[in-house]
């Protein structure tokens, strides 16, 4: 097998070019993942009556859903239903123009807010029960709690879990492929049907993963290191 | 000024507190004794609603809840009215030792943030701990911590502190200079219920000793009188075994 440098120069281009799509996917799931991902662990922390037991069995059930698994039903589910759901919504749109990128980030969005949501509830297991006492006893109520005490301590902790959950996503974009989207590593193989240089395609689209993720990684791992010094004050 | 009447507290089965009542009146220093699972912190807890007791009623001042069914609102009003000081420690470790104190002044109390910095610099000084202002407490040793835990809970002016074992996870060493502080809070004429093994500082400055056993009030009474002339025979034993007496042998 050979490896023709100008086909993968040309599946690299193709790839570059749809980067701003992988990383709004990435964002956007990382988003909700974080902000809903927090709000799922607070109410399983604090075990909030009935809501608690329903999100335990449905992150526990989904955390055994492979995410290809998940798009495909997704896709399938929203082709069918697009129609009735632009007319039930009064939505002024035409059914030809709406793109499933919407599928794509709903799929790896709810990956992303179980996956992330584990990882703060085992952060707020590292404070100790004390921190929440004290807070009571000097007269915040349980939110102030939460918010001035409980949780900037828990954050340092999760960062790490935090950082690994990113890369996860990110990876996790290259499979709304299966969907259709035009993404890395979709477009990384435009050329390929015409040369048939799949492997220069499937390399290109290795590479730009990897900077992408090396670049973010590099980025939290400074973050990580600036919030070092909060994680020694409250880990000693 | 402080009445708790017939409190019942179980732990799944294990009944902690069977029944308990304790008054106290206003700037009494009041020592709870006792064997480790005497229900002593619970009692202690139970007053300041870290643990939900089964049963039993509170009056601080003019306010009479009933332990079982209190509100969130009530909770807070009343705690509103009761400091606490950990065993161990229980500083917030992401706030430096000053914003340890003023954060239950500003955001608990409402307090304007500038009196409320002067308030904690006040307090920090009057535990002799204004050099290590902004230090975390990761950065200080066990008796700074508890200064500043204990001066946290004198800021708040409330109307009693409550302290759980306050010296009991301190190298001996530094027993001595915290117990010094928290004479200095009684002489200040704050009403305080402590829970301590430390005789001689219950002997001190205790103006009433409650021993308990087995989640009940077995004695209470002046310092003098509970440790040299015991009435229970409960006591005695317990008694017999701490305080210093004679050695039965010389070597």
């Known amino acids: 097998m050979e490896f023709e440098y100008g086909n993968f120069k040309v599946s690299f281009k193709y790839g570059m070019e749809y980067l701003h ?6 964002f956007i799931a990382l988003f909700f993942g974080v902000v809903i991902g927090l709000v799922v662990a607070v109410v399983r922390h604090y075990k909030i009556p009935v809501i608690s037991q329903i999100l335990t069995v449905f992150v526990t059930l989904y955390q055994g859903l492979p ?3 998940a798009l495909l039903i997704y896709n399938l589910l929203f082709s069918f239903y697009i129609a009735d759901i632009i007319r039930i919504l009064h939505l002024n749109v035409q059914v030809r123009d709406v793109d499933n990128i919407v599928v794509a980030y709903f799929t790896l969005s709810l990956a992303a807010i179980t996956s992330i949501s584990e990882t703060f509830r085992g952060a707020f297991v590292s404070v100790e029960k004390t921190q929440y006492e004290a807070g009571h006893a000097v007269g915040l109520s349980k939110l102030q709690t939460l918010r001035r005490i409980i949780i900037p301590q828990m954050i340092p902790v999760a960062i790490p879990g935090l950082i690994n959950n ?3 996503t990110i990876k996790g974009t290259s499979l709304v492929m299966t969907i259709g989207v035009m993404e890395v590593m979709n477009a990384s193989l435009i050329p390929c049907s015409r040369t048939y240089s799949f492997l220069e395609g499937y390399v290109a689209a290795a590479l730009i993963y990897w900077t992408f993720t090396l670049v973010l990684e590099t980025i939290a791992r400074v973050f990580e290191k600036r919030t070092k010094c909060y994680r020694e004050n409250i880990t000693n | 000024m402080i009445e708790i009447k017939n409190i019942k507290k179980s732990f799944g089965k294990n009944e902690v507190l069977k029944d308990v009542s304790l008054k106290v009146d206003k700037g009494e220093v009041v020592v709870l ?9 619970t009692l202690l807890r139970c007053i300041n609603f870290l643990e939900k007791a089964d049963e039993g009623t509170l009056t601080i001042g003019e306010d009479t809840v009933e332990l079982h069914k209190i509100s969130n609102k009530d909770k807070r009003k009343l705690r509103g009215k009761t400091g606490f000081v950990f065993q161990n420690y229980g500083l917030f470790k992401n706030k430096t030792a000053i914003q340890n104190i003023t954060e239950g002044l500003i955001v608990g109390r409402k307090i304007p943030k500038a009196e409320a910095i002067k308030k904690a610099e006040e307090v920090l000084e009057w535990v002799g701990m204004s050099d290590k202002r902004d230090y975390y407490p990761s950065k200080l040793s066990g008796g700074q911590q508890q200064r500043i835990g204990i001066a946290r809970a004198v800021a708040l002016d409330p109307d009693v502190i409550l302290f759980d074992e306050p010296t ?3 190298d001996p060493e530094l027993v001595g200079e915290i117990l010094g502080v928290i004479k200095k809070v009684a002489d200040k004429g704050i009403t305080m219920i402590v829970v301590t093994h430390e005789m001689a500082f219950a002997q001190d400055v205790a103006d009433k000793v409650v021993f308990m056993d087995g989640g009940v ?3 209470e009474g002046k310092p003098s009188d509970v440790f040299y002339h015991p009435k229970e025979e409960r ?9 210093p007496e004679e050695p039965d042998y010389y070597i």
């Open chain 2, 33 to 41: 004794l006792g064997p480790s699972g005497s229900g002593k912190t």
């Open chain 2, 217 to 219: 009030v077995v004695e």
């Open chain 1, 166 to 168: 990113m890369v996860g």
């Open chain 2, 168 to 170: 009991s996870a301190l």
């Open chain 1, 21 to 26: 799509v992988t990383a709004k996917i990435t």
């Open chain 2, 235 to 243: 006591t005695r034993q317990f008694l017999s075994r701490i305080l």
């Open chain 1, 67 to 69: 995410v290809m698994v």
